[in-house]
């Protein structure tokens, strides 16, 4: 649930966010100086504008993201992603502020699992170890045994004893795919995200044949059909590094379009083609990341608001499940 503090009910009974911003002002300049007189730091996924994701101090998938939070010594964390990343960084810092551009901001993958019909649905498997995906809110973090990325899952599945029964939520998808990497038979939430399930096979397939030299690279979150097509499947990250250090120049990306900012960036000469959504319009860009602009960024810098509140019980028992991914992640790279 995404809950607004009585400042930030306030302040947008009062319009902070309608009101007009001089289009003289320089926002990324006035965004620096902000940032170096409140001490704030800057994080962005890959996901965000191009703009955003150049301004940021940091720019990373989910994993790095949640890594560096640990690392900050900044006193405000200003989130540029969704609603459970600046959970998340609460959950890690409850005792500094921690922004998000706009708290609508939300993912259709965390909405997917309810907190109350998770917990009866936990209950029901009493024996069941407990993997949750990092995109879930913080309710279901607290009902939650072990946190993944799509960077760390299957080494965080692996670490675990081969006949040890374990529930995974709420990405069927990505939950599937671990299943038939690692061999498990992990019972699965059905939950999934309306920006990884809107691409086309059909005609991802016929993509395929215009280009016969792209490789097909995809993300975890997309549906089993789009991933047997795929030549490389990973993280936002993992897509990134493989773009960068192979050899091959032209890519059909199943994955949000933010990413192909980073890609382009890296590899200036290669192609990379967005992967068709089953409609014309631009659903493979996620609404709720998109959401934040820099013009709400810069308000949200300014006003120091809205700021994530969570309850303290909820903090305490989601950070349990934060710290041990962090623990068997931090294992696993040694
Ligand atoms: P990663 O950042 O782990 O690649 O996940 C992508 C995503 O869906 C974030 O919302
Ligand atoms: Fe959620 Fe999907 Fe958007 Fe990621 S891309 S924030 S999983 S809706």
């Known amino acids: 649930m995404i809950t607004l503090n009585n400042n930030t009910v306030e302040l ?15 926002i990324i300049t006035e965004i620096k100086r902000l940032k170096e007189e409140h001490n704030m730091v800057l994080l962005a996924h890959y996901y965000q504008e191009g703009d955003i994701q150049d ?30 990343m600046a959970e998340t960084a609460k959950i890690l ?22 907190p109350e019909l998770f917990r009866k649905f936990r209950e029901q498997h009493p024996d069941h170890l407990v993997i949750s995906y990092i995109n879930c809110t913080a309710a279901i973090k607290a009902q939650t045994d072990i ?12 670490s675990l004893p081969q006949d040890q029964k374990i529930l995974f939520a709420p990405d069927k998808n ?29 005609k991802t397939t016929k993509l395929k044949h215009l280009h016969p030299h792209a490789q097909v690279i995809a993300h975890p979150e997309c549906e089993e059909s789009l991933l047997a097509l795929a030549d490389f499947i990973g993280s936002t990250s993992e897509l990134l590094k493989y773009t960068k250090n ?22 200036p000469s290669k192609i990379f083609i967005p992967g068709p959504p089953t409609n014309t319009c631009a659903c493979n860009e996620c609404p709720h990341m998109k959401l934040n602009t820099i013009e709400k960024l810069y308000l949200c810098m300014l006003y120091q608001l809205p700021e994530i509140i969570l309850e303290p019980a909820i903090i305490e028992r ?16 040694k």
């Open 246 to 267: 192979t050899n091959h120049t032209c890519f059909i990306v199943l994955t949000e379009n933010g990413i192909l900012h980073q890609m382009q960036k890296n590899s």
């Open 93 to 114: 810092h409850p005792n500094k502020k921690v922004l998000l551009p706009d708290l609508k901001a939300g993912c259709s993958l965390a909405d997917s699992a309810p």
């Open 318 to 333: 989601a950070y349990k499940p934060i710290a041990r991914m962090l623990e068997i992640t931090a294992r696993g790279a």
């Open 174 to 202: 990505l939950g599937a795919y671990l299943n038939r990497v690692t061999g498990k038979n992990m019972l699965l939430w059905n939950g999934s995200c309306m920006v990884h399930e809107i691409f086309s096979l059909e």
């Open 55 to 84: 301004i940021a101090d940091f720019v990373g998938d989910s994993l790095a993201l949640a890594q560096e939070v640990v690392k900050t010594k900044a006193d405000i964390i200003v989130f540029a992603g969704v609603h459970f």
């Open 147 to 158: 946190i993944c990325t799509s960077s760390n899952a299957r080494m965080i599945v692996e």
């Open 12 to 26: 947008e009974k009062n319009g902070y966010l309608d009101r007009p911003i001089d289009p003289s002002l320089d």
